[in-house]
Structures are given as C-alpha cells and as structure tokens.
C-alpha cells in the first residue's frame, strides 16, 4: 500500500543529499586552487606579467575555502606553501614539474627530467 507518510529514510535524504552537495563544492573549490596555485607558481617563477592576476585568483578561492570549510583550510594550508616552494623555481633553471618549462624543453628538445626519472 502507498501512503504519504513520512518515513526516517525520507527525512535523511536531504541531509545526505547536502553532504554530498558540500562534498562535491569542496572537491571543486580544491581543484580549482591547485590549479591556479600551479599556474600561479610557474608564471611567477618566469616572471610572467599575469602572475600577480593568476596569484589573485588564487587567494580569492583560498578565502572562499577558508570562510566554508575553515578545518580544511587549516589542515591543508601548510601543505599548500611547501607544494609552491617546491615548484618555485629560477627564471633560468628548468624545472621538471614545470608546465613552462616542459614546453620549453619539448621544443628546444631538452631532456629534463630528474635522474632518477629517466
Ligand atoms: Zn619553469
């Protein structure tokens, strides 16, 4: 028999259902920062003129991750900076995990990868 009622099950859903959704806006918003931090690093690293824009983007998401998930924000930042200065690198020293510089020694045909790598 169908009936209206409400059930416990139905009533969790839309709990789950947010979860899921603040999940996923987390996963995004963390996508995103990774990105623009890369892009950020790699066009400062080239002293690139975008950089300081790409770098803004970047903060503007970080405050956005910050001011809903401020736990995440928290554990992760730390991990954030020591990610950046491994990848900061000299405008003239080729750096392997470099997007700039992997572009540049494709067609320059420059191996760059780290010894242990090759
Ligand atoms: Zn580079």
Redesign the pocket.
């Known amino acids: 028999m169908i009936t209206n009622k409400v059930t416990p099950t139905a009533l969790a859903q839309p709990v789950e259902l947010d979860a899921v959704r603040r999940r996923a806006r987390l996963e995004g918003l963390l996508d995103i920062r990774d990105r623009l931090s890369t892009l950020s690093v790699?066009r400062r690293?080239?002293g690139l003129e975008d950089a300081m824009q790409t770098f803004g983007q970047q903060m503007a998401v970080e405050a956005a991750i910050d001011q809903e998930f401020p736990e995440v924000f928290a554990e992760r930042f730390g991990a954030w900076v020591a990610a950046e200065v491994q990848l900061e690198?000299d405008?003239y020293?080729?750096?392997p995990e470099?997007?700039?510089?992997?572009a540049?020694a494709q067609r320059a045909g420059i191996n760059i990868d780290p010894p242990e790598a090759a």
């Open positions: 790699e690293s080239h690198h405008t020293r080729m750096h470099c997007g700039i510089c992997q540049i």
